[in-house]
């Protein structure tokens, strides 16, 4: 992290900052990335389907997605993204059936 620049008077004066053009690689684990996912399901509870259709085109053409919760949304998609690109990329995926995929991950089907 970093401090502010000024000359401070004293150190109370002082606030911790990390820069925007910060990158930061954070290790998490799956379990913590379902719960971000179960978090993108809670966050979409209500709206509807026009509302998801208008924001997943904004997220896949690149324009600016206007509505506050449709910014807040692509935000923990490119998050859950980014952690299936990593682990993909590092060789932590596995190839298996839907129904094993529900019981390995802790889900009961839909029905």
């Not at 684990?29 to 379902?34: A, D, R, V, W």
Request: proline share 5%.
């Amino acid at each position: 992290m970093t401090t502010a620049t000024s000359a401070p008077t004293a150190s109370s004066d002082l606030v911790e900052i990390i820069p925007v053009s910060t990158v930061v690689p954070v290790e998490m684990s799956m379990s913590f990335c379902l719960r971000i996912q179960s978090a993108v399901g809670f966050f979409i509870l209500g709206k509807s389907k026009q509302d998801l259709e208008a924001v997943h085109k904004q997220i896949e053409t690149g324009t600016t997605v206007r509505d506050t919760w449709g910014q807040h949304y692509e935000t923990l998609l490119i998050l859950c993204k980014e952690f299936e690109k990593k682990a993909r990329e590092m060789g932590k995926t596995q190839q298996v059936t839907p129904e094993e995929a529900m019981r390995l991950l802790g889900e009961t089907p839909r029905t």
